[in-house]
């Protein structure tokens, strides 16, 4: 693939419902990121993953989020009984590393919108 | 443990030069550059690890300063593809980022 690829591009959801977004990352990056931006803010930090090793996920914003990496590939972010203050733009990044080389790409985000 | 970046906000002319400092309350591993331009995802400028090394992507560098807890970007000869808020994000060596609250910057012709 050309780049990091997040879907879907847009979702919205009512209140209460289940959302997952996905994110596959560009081939042979062995590190992903998510993050979210809310309307006008800035970059928050939810989750990393490095290989297949267990991520931290305490900068998950609450116990309704939670973040899978299958086969060190595909990254699934689920929200659970989304609430209004989840509406935001969810980003995935994936990185490379080779030496003291280090390159980090964003996919396009997914708009995400609880009604 | 938010980094601070100054300033919020700066207005250039094409070809003028910017600085752009992050600063940490707390002892840095490494610090993460970034450009979004608006309604666009981040654009990765470039990563540096403690040890006080000097980047430089473009006419874009940046500086760690270990002991001052803080990075500088600067943006020489600006240009007009410049325009968009910069972020910083320090890492302390648990693998999170946090990122600071952005400098806007916007370069007129």
């Known amino acids: 693939g050309a780049g990091v690829s997040q879907s879907p591009s847009n979702k919205v959801t009512e209140k209460g419902k289940d959302v997952e977004l996905r994110c596959d990352p560009i081939?042979?990056?062995?590190?992903l990121y998510w993050y979210r931006q809310s309307l006008g803010q800035g970059l928050e930090f939810l989750i990393y993953f490095q290989g297949n090793s267990a991520p931290d996920k305490s900068g998950l914003p609450s116990d309704r989020f939670s973040a899978e990496r299958t086969g060190g590939s595909v990254s699934t972010l689920t929200i659970q009984r989304t609430q209004q203050e989840d509406s935001a733009v969810y980003l995935c990044?994936?990185?490379?590393?080779?030496?003291?080389?280090?390159?980090?790409?964003f996919g396009p985000g997914t708009r995400l919108t609880v009604t | 443990q938010q980094p601070v970046q100054s300033p919020q906000a700066v207005i250039l002319r094409e070809g003028e030069d910017a600085v752009i400092n992050c600063s940490s309350s707390?002892?840095?591993?490494?610090v993460h550059w970034y450009r979004q331009k608006h309604g666009e995802a981040p654009v990765f400028l470039m990563i540096l690890l403690k040890g006080g090394e000097q980047k430089g992507h473009e006419k874009i560098s940046a500086s760690f300063n270990e002991k001052k807890q803080q990075s500088s970007l600067y943006l020489t000869a600006s240009q007009l593809s410049y325009s968009g808020t910069y972020f910083c994000g320090t890492e302390f060596g648990d693998d999170k980022i946090i990122f600071g609250k952005g400098t806007r910057l916007h370069i007129l012709p």
């Open positions: 081939s042979g990056h062995t590190a």
């Open positions: 707390k002892a840095l591993y490494s």
């Open positions: 990044a994936s990185s490379f590393t080779s030496g003291r080389n280090y390159e980090q790409y």
